[in-house]
Structures are given as C-alpha cells and as structure tokens.
C-alpha cells in the first residue's frame, strides 16, 4: 500500500533538491561583494521609514473573517447552482437550509453593528 | 433522494435545539440592542429563560423518542440509540443547570448577554451531534461545533486577562487535539476505504489492513481523545483554563463537554476499533495510572479551588479510563455510571462556588471555604456531601462509582491497577477533606451574607440531594447504565 506513494516522495526530493541546489550554487559560486548600498533595505524605491509591524485596526479581521465566510457560501453555491437539475428537490432545498442558517448569522452581525465602519 | 430516507424522526432533538438556538438568537438580537440599559438586561433575561424552556423541550423530546427510532439516519452518519439518548438526557441536565446556577453571577458583572446562552446552546447542539455520531466526519463536526463556542465562551470576559490566556491555550490546544484526531482518522480512512464507524470496525476485524497503519492511526486517535477528555500527559491546558475562565463557563465546560467526549470515546474505541482493543488497552492503562497519579498529587498542594479541581478532574479521567480497560459492557457501563456520576458531582461542585462569589469576590480560593459551618449550615452540608461523594465515601454517589469501576476492572483481571487507583483515591481523599476541614473547623473570613436566588438554592439543593439519594438507591441509575450499553 505505501508503495503507492513511492513517485510523491520522489518528487518531494527531487523538488527540494532543486530549489536547495539553485540557491546554494548561487551562494557557493557567485561574487560575495557587500557594500552598504546593497545591505540596506528596500521598499519599492523608497526609503524605509517605519518597522514593518504596523498595529492596525481590528475591524480589518472583522471584515476579512466576514469576507472568508461569505466568500465560500459563493464557492459552495456555484457548483450547486451547476447541478441543480441533478440535485433535484431535495437539493434546492437542502441548499434553502443552509443559505437559512447562514442569514440567521448575517442578520446577527448586521444587528450587532459589525457592518459599520464609522 | 428524498427528505423521507433521511430518517429525521431519528434526529429531532437535534433539529429542535438547532432551530430553537438560531429563533433565541434572532429574539435577542432584536431584543438587546441597548447594551448595557435596563431594557439590554431584561433581554437577557427573556433569553435566559427561552434557553431554559429550549432545553427542557430537547429533553422531553429525547426522552419520549427513548430507545425508539434506534438505528442510522441521515445516510449513515448518524446513530440513534439508547446510550446515545441516555448521554443526551445529561447533556441537557448539565447545560440546564449551569445556565440557573450562573445567572446571578453573569448579571452582577455586566455579563449576562444572549449571547452567553445562544453559544452555549450551539455547543449543546455540537455535543448532541456528537453523541451520535456513526461516521468520522460526524464525530468531527460535533466535536467542532461543540469546541468553538466554548473558545468563545472562555474569552467572555474580554477585559479578564487570565480568561484571554485561557480562551488562547484551549484554542490552541483544541485545535492540536483536532490536528491529532483528523491524522488519526486520515491513517484509518486510508486503511480501511471508509468513514463510517460500523464499516471501519468490520474492515479492522477482517484484518486484510497492514497493523502497523491501523495501530499507527489508533495513537493519534487515543492522543486526539486524552486532549479533550484532559488525561495526563496531555492535561497541560485543564488547570489554566478551569482556573481562568468565569467560574460559570468552567461550570459549563466541567460537566457537559465531558459527557461529550466521553461518548466519542465510546464511539470510537468501543465502535468503530474495538477489534484493536488489545492496542488500545495498553494506551489507556498508561493514561490511567499517569492521570490518577499526577491529578491526585498535584491537587494536594493547590490553593485555588477552581484549580484544584482542575486536577480532580484529571484523576477522575484516569478513573474513567480504568473502567475502559475491562473491554466488556460490564466496564464499559461502569465507565458511563462514572461519568454521569462524576459530571453531577462537578455541577454541585462548581455551584457552591458560585454561589460564595459575590461583585468583586471571587470565592476561587480553598480558604473562602472557611467557616461555612457556621455561615451557612445547610450549603455547608451541600458542600460536604459533594467533597465527601468525590473521595469516593460511602453512602455518596461517588462510592459507588469508583466501586463499580474497580469491581469491573478486578473481574477482567487488572488486579494491580485497581491497587494503584485506590491507592491514589486515598491520596485523593486529603485535598476533599481539608475543605470539609475548612468549613467546619476554621473561623469564616469572610462574614457576607449568602442570598442565593429561590431557583439556585433549589437546585444546588436538590443537586446534593440526588447525589445522596442515588448513592443510597443506585441500582436505578446503575440499571440504566448496564441497559443501554447491553443494547448497544
């Protein structure tokens, strides 16, 4: 039975040793030359001015949690909406349910204020 | 497919409380928007009791389908029967219970939310799930539903710094007890080619499986189930979360989610890979003896109450796994006898606690006990009566479940084990009775008035009661027990 795994752990080697073996040569065998100029950091051409560890509003996560949520209630309801006439009654309405208890929660956080931004 | 060979007669507990919890949740929400007004707390409270009245009706509807419909529904995922009913029936119990004996406590913090008691119901419907569950992707949507609004709960007290500590290290914990179990269900899913429960014990019995997977599958599995049930060595995160969390969600989280786990213990080692059983049985004698060790001697030196039985409940984990070990409906009745003993003990346990706490005191510490005696004769007794029933003394409750476990594991003959279990009981013993100590031989620190509510008074009282009254009468409670697992 483990045998059928023999090609992936194959590949995982193989993809490590390729990606270990690019970067080590580069190191191993490219010109090592640093000057303050080229150790100082980066940012799209501008000067780095503040740490890159911003505290930022916790409505970000809010949203972005409410994002997720909604986003795959449209990723389940795509390939749903593809094979209704195979899923039928029972499906549509199955479906029905679900959308139901995801409302329950939307008009939860609706009420709750978790829409406003202010 | 149709609605019909669904079977969801079988399920309508779960369907109650499901539409029950999201209709409370709507009340609320349109009745609460105030926060923190009068009009906001008398919402609550319209919440308190619907979840109250949620929960009986979930009861009485379990309890007329007792045994009946017995089972798979819902496509095979899901199994009815009368352990699984009997399970449900405490599980409403505990949650019943918790929501009268905290709201009190919750109203003088400022926490009596709806929301405290939606998730709460959301969590009892993931335990009901649970209970039931035929297939590994059930057991793991319980088990989920049932984890993430306790997550929530914990973290409540959003102000509490050692309620976010706690609300952190069982999250993370939890979600490495669920890592764990679904690597464990992986390696068997691909051992055996399926899900479901019944046809994974029956692909293990005809044994075409290499061993070494299955076994390799059963360890994690046995790891997954020894988080959440809290037995040594993976008992790291229980003290700090019973310790930190308000004292009502560690009421909450010592009674009913236990039952729940205990169940998925059941379904999965006495169901799905009981032809393993010799495996197995090396595993849990290991965590019974740890846990029985580790819980009791700890525990001694513990000045924080709510710790304190933080590490009773280990020791009382290994007990429950000591019933487990016989492999026989004999033990494995003498194990359900435990837990519901034990969850009922913890109820009262957690209530006397609760009801010493007052604003700005919590009565978390071993020395609040003191002079209780003479405070407050008859919830001294309360207090008593639960100690004495968790060190095992008989005529209490808790006699008879130690004795039913060790009687079963003596008859399957782990003769050394059932040594080694009294032997910590006895050490067990010291940290129950200096609170008895406490109460009766120590003068009161702490001389405030005790106002218990009507409806809390009642209950504690009756919750003592009925572990005196089952300790002197157990056969009833014990006969049931043997019933469903000999049904199973």
Not at chain 1, 57 to 67: E, P, Q, S, T, W
Not at chain 2, 122 to 132: E, Y
Not at chain 2, 461 to 476: D, H, I, R, T, V
Request: net charge neutral; hydrophobic share 60%.
């Amino acid at each position: 039975m483990l045998e059928n795994y023999l090609p992936i752990l194959l590949f995982l080697l193989i993809g490590f040793a390729v990606g270990v073996g690019a970067l080590a040569a580069g190191f191993i065998l490219g010109p090592h030359r640093p000057n303050s100029e080229k150790t100082a950091p980066y940012e799209c051409g501008f000067e780095a001015f503040e740490d890159s560890r911003l505290k930022f509003d916790v409505r970000y996560y809010l949203v972005a949690i409410l994002f997720i949520l909604f986003d795959l209630e449209i990723a389940f309801l795509f390939p749903w909406g593809v094979a209704l006439k195979q899923v039928g009654a029972f499906g549509f309405w199955a479906m029905v349910l679900f959308l139901g208890i995801l409302v329950v929660g939307f008009v939860y956080e609706w009420k709750k204020g978790a829409l406003e931004w202010e | 497919m149709t609605f019909a060979m669904l079977k969801l007669a079988a399920a309508s507990p779960e369907v109650l409380v499901l539409v029950g919890a999201c209709a409370i949740l709507m009340v609320d929400v349109f009745r609460t928007q105030e926060k923190n007004t009068k009009k906001g707390a008398e919402g609550a409270v319209l919440t308190y009791w619907l979840s109250l009245i949620l929960l009986f009706l979930g009861a009485f509807v379990t309890f007329l389908g007792f045994g009946k419909h017995t089972g798979l529904a819902l496509n095979g995922y899901f199994l009815k029967d009368s352990l699984g009913d009997l399970l449900k029936l405490f599980i409403y119990l505990a949650a019943f219970v918790t929501f009268v004996y905290s709201r009190d406590y919750l109203r003088e913090r400022g926490l009596l939310t709806g929301e405290f008691f939606v998730l709460a119901l959301f969590s009892v419907l993931g335990m009901l799930v649970l209970v039931s569950a035929s297939s590994f992707l059930t057991v793991f949507l319980g088990l989920e539903l049932m984890s993430l609004p306790l997550y929530a709960l914990i973290a409540l007290d959003r102000d509490s710094a050692t309620a976010s500590e706690a609300a952190m290290k069982y999250f993370v914990m939890g979600a490495i007890a669920t890592g764990m179990l679904l690597y464990g269900m992986s390696m068997l899913y691909g051992a055996t080619g399926s899900l479901d429960l019944g046809k994974v014990s029956e692909a293990v019995r005809h044994g075409d499986q290499k061993h070494i997977v299955l076994v390799f599958g059963l360890v994690f599995m046995v790891v997954g189930v020894a988080f959440k049930l809290g037995a040594v060595p993976f008992h790291m995160w229980l003290p700090d979360v019973y310790q930190g969390s308000p004292t009502p969600v560690t009421l909450f989280l010592s009674a009913a989610p236990k039952l729940a786990a205990f169940a998925m213990l059941l379904r999965l080692f006495m169901g799905a890979l009981e032809p393993l059983a010799v495996e197995w049985q090396q595993m849990l004698a290991i965590l019974a003896v740890l846990s029985m060790a580790v819980g009791n001697v700890i525990a001694v030196s513990q000045t924080n109450l709510k710790r304190m039985l933080g590490y009773s409940a280990i020791a009382h984990v290994g007990f429950l796994f000591l019933g487990m070990l016989a492999t026989n409906p004999q033990g494995y009745s003498a194990a359900l006898f435990y837990m519901i003993t034990y969850s009922l003990m913890s109820l009262a346990s957690f209530g006397v606690i609760l009801l010493l706490s007052r604003l700005g005191f919590e009565a978390d510490r071993v020395e609040d006990c003191k002079g209780l005696g003479e405070r407050s004769p008859w919830f001294a007794a309360v207090m008593a009566v639960v100690m004495l029933s968790m060190a095992g003394v008989p005529p209490f409750l808790g006699f008879w479940a130690k004795w039913e476990v060790l009687r079963t594991a003596v008859d399957a003959g782990h003769v050394s084990l059932a040594l080694v279990a009294v032997a910590f009981s006895v050490i067990g013993a010291w940290y129950y009775l200096r609170v008895i100590w406490f109460m009766y031989f120590e003068k009161a620190q702490d001389t405030a008035p005790l106002v218990p509510t009507v409806g809390m008074g009642v209950l504690l009282s009756a919750n003592a009661l009925a572990l005196l009254y089952l300790g002197l009468f157990p056969s009833s409670l014990m006969a049931v027990c043997v019933l469903v697992m000999g049904a199973h």
